[in-house]
């Protein structure tokens, strides 16, 4: 069983930055991928970054350039460093953990607007 808890979020203006956090409890946090996701009001819950046990990352198109996933194992926590913020990416963000069965947090909110 993992547990996970986020946090970072806020408001912050076009072009700003934010980082998150996501603390990790439970289990072996190295072996896990773990990853950001973020739900739109209106929209499908959608994947923003992953970060591999070994530390292999894949990103979003539209996080491609702006964001970065890293992770400390030795606090079990995976960071998301956002920078030039747009509107669009307004949303609720969720830290996720997979190793075989997945976990989520309860979610973040990010609201960039001016």
């Known amino acids: 069983q993992v547990q996970l808890v986020e946090s970072g979020g806020g408001l912050v203006q076009p072009g700003g930055s934010l980082r998150l956090s996501c603390a990790a409890s439970?289990?072996?946090?190295?072996?896990?991928?773990m990853g950001w996701y973020r739900q739109a009001p209106g929209k499908e819950r959608e994947l923003v970054a992953i970060?591999?046990?070994?530390?292999?990352?894949s990103y979003a198109d539209s996080a491609k350039g702006r964001f970065t996933i890293s992770r400390d194992n030795a606090k079990n926590t995976v960071y998301l460093q956002m920078n030039s913020l747009k509107p669009e990416d307004t949303a609720v963000y969720y830290c996720?953990?997979?190793?075989?069965?997945?976990?989520w947090g309860q979610g973040t909110q990010v609201t960039v607007s001016s």
């Open positions: 439970g289990s072996i946090f190295s072996i896990y991928t």
């Open positions: 996720y953990a997979m190793r075989g069965n997945e976990y």
């Open positions: 970060i591999r046990s070994g530390g292999s990352t």
